[in-house]
Nanobody
């Protein structure tokens, strides 16, 4: 069982930056693939960025060059650095841990990009 708690969301102006954090419980954090997903009102949840247990990353086309996912296995943390934010980035951002057929989700943190 893995418990995930996100933090770092908030209100930011277009062009601004935020850093989301996801704290994971458990001693086997390093074996999980981690990901950030988002869901905007009236839209389906979409993947934003993922990072494997080995550190390989992948990004949605809409955030490439603006967002960076990283992980710190010593601290059981995964981060999402978001730069050059746009109004269309507004959503609830959730953290996911997965391995094989298992998947665990956090509750999410709201990100609002507005002037």
């Amino acid at each position: 069982q893995v418990q995930l708690v996100e933090s770092g969301g908030g209100l930011v102006q277009p062009g601004g930056s935020l850093r989301l954090s996801c704290a994971a419980s458990g001693s086997r954090f390093r074996i999980y693939a981690m990901g950030w997903y988002r869901q905007a009102p009236g839209k389906q949840r979409e993947v934003v960025a993922t990072i494997t247990s080995g550190g390989s990353t992948n990004y949605a086309d809409s955030v490439k060059g603006r967002f960076t996912i990283s992980r710190d296995n010593a601290k059981n943390m995964v981060y999402l650095q978001m730069n050059l934010l746009k109004p269309e980035d507004t959503a609830v951002y959730c953290c996911k841990a997965s391995i094989a057929t298992l998947a665990y989700w956090g509750q999410g943190t709201q990100v609002t990009v507005s002037s």
